[in-house]
């Protein structure tokens, strides 16, 4: 979201005459903020549409979101982190102007080595947060949701009678690569710029750099990160590390934090439970993983933990309530609190697998509503288990393993091996290219459910006749 920058005092001194902290709008009403990002469907007369219609609403189902129990603390992190970053520099200091000569110069030396032309800018240390949880837990949903919160790109035109022409990115939001290429980093980088100026110019330029060395691409991210000001970079997917920790010229922890943290640009990272071991010093005796002193730096600041939702958590309730709200649902039918529990124990409390079990069992149900064959619609937890069984079943033994405590097993079945994105229906599971075989390992106690008995009992029935063959 690019807006006019317009400027406003804030409360204390330290913020207030520089354009960059100025141009800063902060969302104090919580609530506002909550609201502004809560998204639930509520159709009257659904029922009476055609059924194109009704499978268009459906489609939305994707899009229901209720803001997770951190959003409004990662909301005021992110505007501290920029309030913060923004103080220490000032667009019209000699040293700011100076920084952006530099890197200009910089960028003609073929033979330039780039880490050592880092300490010049004379910017300190910045702050760095960690966000982790599960897979499918709402981890990038819920950071990318609270930085659009916040305008992406400020225009600055004149700033207390100055002339002052700028583009100032505020946030931006990348995957590291799948592969070990410090280009492909740099190439999201330059797109995802692109994406928030409204302008192809920088990936254009540098995917076609094809002979352009490792450190030229590396200084033209910072030249690019400090000509715009850049204020806060969110780095998804950190887990992938692990999986190329020992090829040369890959992306590491080193390198994010001499490309942004020590220029002074926070950075939020953000990764799966596997990644966690990234900062593990068991790992520090490979010199391609980074020693204490880099993972200090790196883990600074507030660590943020996504935990799978129990059933009679609130945001749980919340949730449900949205995925199955009254205007889908039939006298005759019966939501009771058996179906509650057996929801919440197929989808383990992951909201990527509640939407797509829900929007299916919908859609389901309406394609029965609809054949007007006379035959009495299945019981609403025989018709859940029955779209779970067919499908989810490719990713079922996935979710097997989170409810025995397996979070290691879970994470390499639902992302192929650890590297790729994580899938969470049968589909998405038939895409994924480098999916490996389920690696059967003893049960360990202490999961979401401990035994088979400590879940509803199952319902399931053979009412397959009851159902459209192929789309369920």
Known sequence: MRVIAQYNKHPVPQFCGNPLTEALSICIDKDVLLKKVEKTIDVKGFWKLDAIYQQAILQ?????????????????KFMSLLLHAYSQIHPFSALNTKNKYHLATLMTDSKLDWELNVAMFGRTTAPSLMVQGPSGIGKTTEIRLALSCIPQVLEHHNYNGRHYRQDQLVWISIDLPSTPSLKALA???????DN???CTTYYEEWSKKAKTSVDQHLIGMRKVAIVHELGLIHIDELQFMLKYAKSKDSPSLQILEALFNKLGIPLILSCTTQGLALFDASYTDNSLMPDFTTTRRMLNDREFKFDLHKANSPHFKNLFSAFFPLFLQWEETSLDELFYQKFHFLTCGLPAVMSRL???YHETHVQLRRRGSGKKVPSCIDLLEHVYKHQFKLIDPALKQLRRNQVTQYEASITGGGIGKAVFSDVEKKRQKKAKKDVVVEIKKGGMFDDHASHPKSLSTDIANGFVKGNS
């Not at 899009?63 to 409004?72: E, K, M």
């Not at 190439?187 to 710029?193: C, G, S, T």
């Open 196 to 198: 928030a100026l409204g």
């Open 187 to 193: 190439l999201n980088f330059f797109l995802a710029v």
């Open 358 to 360: 829900a929007h299916l």
């Open 60 to 76: 939305e189902f994707a899009n229901i979101h209720i803001p997770a129990p951190q959003f409004g603390s990662l909301y005021s």
